[in-house]
């Protein structure tokens, strides 16, 4: 199920391309570890042309589509060996889901900032059957758009220190608080 991302129009996508260039401009764009050599390759220009219209859900369709992805990963064992395992079959979803959801959420912290609005306000984007304890205590909170900007800018691919969005298939992200 797709993220409906409240605040998603022209100027967020405009702002999310060029968050995806700074990415790249700095050699920090994040890649899956799960990703084929021509996955890495590959994934810059399909981000791209999925944020001009889309959203994560063909983001992951289009990851899967051009084998994106590796069938099988090496894990490291506890007791010191390694194993070779099926990736899991969401790891498209996952992924999309996240990323779109990281550049949306910095595009929406820049415009807010560009717009003198101070803070931006989590909700719930996409339906969770069991959501985590944690995921609900963050809805409805304000999170300064100038700290999440900065937080997302410098935790890609990884968990933030503000906790947004707070861990993988969260279904949580933010939009500009309403005007009264």
């Given amino acids: 199920m797709a993220l409906q991302l409240e605040n998603l129009d022209g100027r967020i996508r405009n702002l999310m391309l060029s968050e995806i260039a700074f990415d790249e401009g700095r050699g ?3 890649t899956s570890r ?6 890495e390759g590959e994934y ?3 981000l791209k042309d999925v944020v001009v219209s889309g959203g994560d859900a063909e983001l992951a369709a289009k990851l899967r589509a051009h084998g994106c992805f590796a069938e099988t990963e090496t ?3 506890k007791s010191g060996k390694i194993s070779t395992a099926k990736v899991p079959v969401t790891a498209a979803e996952t992924f999309a889901e996240g990323e779109f959801n990281r550049f949306y959420l910095r595009a929406l912290c820049r415009a807010a900032i560009e ?3 101070n803070e931006v306000m989590v909700y719930r ?3 969770s ?5 944690e995921s609900e205590a963050l809805i409805g909170k304000m999170v300064d758009a100038k700290s999440l900007l900065e937080d ?5 691919g990884v968990d933030t220190c503000l906790g947004l969005p707070p861990g993988p298939n969260s279904g949580l992200s933010a939009r500009l608080p309403i005007k009264n």
């Fill in 28 to 30: 920090a764009l994040y």
């Fill in 115 to 117: 717009d003198c609005v």
């Fill in 125 to 127: 984007a996409r339906h």
């Fill in 34 to 39: 799960r990703f084929t050599r021509a996955g």
């Fill in 129 to 133: 059957e069991n959501p985590r304890p």
């Fill in 152 to 156: 997302l800018r410098n935790n890609t």
């Fill in 44 to 46: 810059p220009m399909i």
């Fill in 75 to 77: 894990r490291h064992l």
